[in-house]
């Protein structure tokens, strides 16, 4: 894993000015290819970049600005969540450090055929994951048949091509280009339950003069945090409060259906659950169970710089068949 951290410090200082387009594709539950959109990104230093999203009638922008503020400009409906935090995991794919402490986290080995050879592969073994399943922490062997977040390396090159997260979330890397010493994935697709949900191409890779006018917000941007925070599914797993676990139906059980819910949720700043969009399902018994329950759930307000705000986050429920 610090072998491969250099190849996506793409916040170094000492990186030259550069800008890249993206196209993206997105797909319904069914797995049907829906709209287009394109994805622009500028960096001119740590502090100085921007991102565009444009889908459709659609379009969001953030600047930061070298003062340290932020500003964003929108128009249309929102985006998805996954959409607007695909160049995160382009750019900054590896868990950080930081969020895994020694004493609570175990490091294991593992690993992927890819082809006639084996990739490399570590999974990140939270104690909570285990003692969830009545294990006794540190654990190395399969729980549940469920794989904690795993991060599979090309066997050749210190490069990230696989990314499996829980809840059947899974990152595929590929077609990577050299950039200033670096490795950029100018593929990237995520999929739940082998479901595509998205898949990312970069189309241009380039230099950017500093002085470029894409970096300047607009006089009409608004200054000033997010309006909607995007909250990993795993920080406000520990916010939930109020609420029962779906029941698994039992039509669903008898014809065997299983697998995972992924539901992109906004919750207010009073913890209770304002919009729900189903991104992925395995089917619509599941879902209608996921929806019923989910709406009624309640959080411990999100707090940014001290005050409550709006969240926008996803939501897992697995429905697991039992031998």
Same mark, same amino acid.
């Given at each position: 894993m610090?072998?491969?951290?250099?190849v996506y410090?793409f916040? +170094?200082p000492?990186?030259k000015?550069w800008?890249f387009?993206a196209s993206y594709? &997105? =797909?319904d539950q069914?797995?049907?290819a829906g709209?287009l959109?394109t =994805?622009?990104?500028?960096?001119?230093?740590?502090?100085v970049?921007?991102s565009? %999203? $444009?889908?459709g009638?659609?379009?969001?922008?953030? %600047?930061h600005?070298?003062? #340290?503020?932020r500003f964003e400009?929108?128009?249309? @409906?929102?985006?998805?969540?996954f959409e607007?935090?695909?160049?995160?995991e382009?750019?900054a794919p590896l868990?950080?450090?930081? @969020?895994?402490d020694?004493k609570?986290t %175990?490091?294991k080995? @593992?690993?992927?055929?890819?082809g006639? $050879?084996?990739?490399p592969c570590?999974e990140?073994?939270?104690k909570r994951f285990?003692?969830?399943?009545?294990?006794?922490?540190p !654990?190395?062997?399969?729980l549940?048949?469920?794989k904690?977040?795993t !991060?599979?390396f090309?066997?050749?090159?210190?490069?990230?091509i696989?990314k499996?997260?829980s809840?059947?979330?899974?990152?595929? !890397?590929? +077609?990577?280009i050299?950039?200033?010493?670096?490795d950029?994935p100018r593929?990237?697709?995520?999929?739940?339950n #082998?479901?595509?949900i998205?898949?990312?191409t970069?189309n241009a890779i380039?230099?950017?003069?500093p002085?470029?006018?894409?970096l *300047?917000?607009?006089? @009409?941007a608004?200054a #000033?945090d997010a309006?909607l925070a995007d909250?990993?599914v795993?920080v406000?797993?520990?916010?939930?409060?109020?609420?029962?676990?779906? *029941?698994?139906?039992?039509?669903a059980?008898e014809?065997?259906l299983s697998g $995972?819910?992924?539901?992109?949720?906004?919750?207010?700043k009073d913890?209770?659950?304002?919009?729900m969009?189903v &991104?992925?399902?395995?089917?619509?018994?599941?879902t209608?169970?996921a929806?019923? *329950?989910?709406g009624?759930?309640?959080?411990?307000? =999100?707090?940014?710089n001290?005050e409550?705000v709006d969240?926008? *986050?996803t939501?897992n429920v697995t =429905?697991?068949?039992?031998p």
């Open positions: 610090a072998a491969v951290a250099p410090d916040t +170094n000492a990186l000015p800008r387009k594709q &997105i =797909y069914d797995g049907r709209e959109g =994805y622009e990104y500028w960096w001119a230093s740590p502090l970049y921007r565009t %999203w $444009t889908r009638s659609r379009t969001e922008s953030e %600047w600005t070298a003062d #340290g503020r400009a929108s128009s249309g @409906d929102a985006l998805h969540l607007t935090e695909f160049p995160k382009m750019l868990p950080e450090a930081k @969020d895994h020694p609570e %175990w490091l080995r @593992d690993t992927i055929a890819l006639k $050879t084996k990739a570590v990140i073994i939270g285990v003692e969830q399943r009545g294990a006794a922490f !654990y190395t062997e399969a549940d048949n469920v904690p977040p !991060y599979c090309d066997p050749q090159e210190p490069i990230l696989l499996s997260l809840a059947g979330v899974t990152e595929s !890397y590929g +077609n990577f050299g950039m200033q010493e670096r950029l593929s990237l697709v995520e999929a739940v #082998g479901r595509r998205l898949a990312v970069v380039g230099g950017l003069d002085a470029d006018p894409a *300047t917000p607009p006089a @009409d608004k #000033g309006l909250v990993p795993r406000m797993n520990g916010q939930r409060i109020e609420g029962d676990n779906p *029941t698994y139906p039992d039509e059980k014809s065997s $995972t819910v992924m539901i992109e949720a906004q919750i207010g913890g209770k659950i304002h919009g969009q &991104i992925s399902s395995p089917g619509p018994l599941l209608a169970s929806l019923k *329950t989910v009624k759930w309640e959080y411990k307000p =999100y707090l940014l001290g409550p969240v926008r *986050t939501i =429905y697991a068949l039992r």
